[in-house]
């Protein structure tokens, strides 16, 4: 699988958008971006995914570039629950492991 | 709601002794998963089932850890003996392992302390 690359830290205004970068320019034809978080002291939660699309779901809308070589993540009214670890994830087709990076820390600011 | 649970939630230990935990998937889930997380290698895939069959478990130390699923609605995950650098959270997910890219569902973890 791909190797991404994130910002180790960011900080948003509760409210506002937080957008979430992250670099996979290796990512090949049949690789999938995943998002998942893990707020402090839990699991790991799943956010979304896609492969060239841009996706939206209830809890955020991913962005991916047209030569798929990086993405964002896009919460779109932050509030404090959203401050968290996420994790962006390249991931083939039919591999069912899921390999964590250092993700990028969220902090949201009242 | 449907949630994956582990037991324990915490276990301090002395290290030799046995520690075995427990992890009940979602129902109707037919992937289990078992990842470590420690502040030093973040996280880590240990061993993966598919249908109860183990079907990779290079992330785990063979010698002293061994992961089974009794039946589809018990995951184990059993260190023997331990030792202080398996102090660690340890995560059970599920999933429906159907084409390769579905969600994987984590439970709370299993935060053990080995002295």
């Known amino acids: 699988d791909a190797k991404t690359t994130q910002p180790p830290s960011m900080d948003c205004a509760e409210g506002r958008a937080a957008n979430l970068p992250c670099n996979h320019s290796?990512?090949?034809?049949?690789?999938?971006v995943y998002w998942y978080r893990q707020i402090h002291s839990q699991g790991p939660q799943y956010i979304i995914h896609?492969?060239?699309n841009n996706e939206t779901n209830e809890m955020a809308s991913l962005i991916i570039t047209e030569d798929r070589k990086s993405s964002t993540l896009i919460l779109p009214h932050a509030t404090l629950r959203d401050t968290a670890v996420y994790y962006c994830?390249?991931?083939?087709?039919?591999?069912?492991?899921?390999?964590f990076g250092t993700g990028t820390r969220l902090t949201i600011i009242p | 709601d449907a949630r994956v649970t582990q037991t324990p939630r915490h276990k301090v230990t002395e290290m030799g002794q046995e520690v075995t935990m427990r992890c009940q998937p979602i129902?109707?889930?037919?992937?289990v998963f078992w990842y470590r997380q420690t502040m030093m290698q973040g996280l880590e895939l240990l061993a993966y089932?598919?249908?109860?069959?183990?079907?990779?478990d290079s992330g785990m130390p063979k010698d002293r850890f061994s992961a089974e699923m009794p039946d589809a609605t018990l995951a184990t995950l059993k260190i023997q003996p331990s030792e202080p650098r398996d102090s660690a959270v340890y995560f059970c997910?599920?999933?429906?392992?159907?084409?390769?890219?579905?969600?994987?569902?984590f439970g709370p973890g299993t935060r053990l302390t080995v002295l």
């Open positions: 997910a599920s999933g429906k392992g159907q084409e390769g890219y579905n969600e994987q569902f």
């Open positions: 129902l109707g889930h037919n992937t």
């Open positions: 089932f598919r249908n109860r069959a183990p079907l990779d």
């Open positions: 290796t990512i090949s034809g049949n690789e999938y």
């Open positions: 896609g492969l060239k």
């Open positions: 994830i390249v991931r083939g087709f039919g591999n069912e492991k899921l390999t």
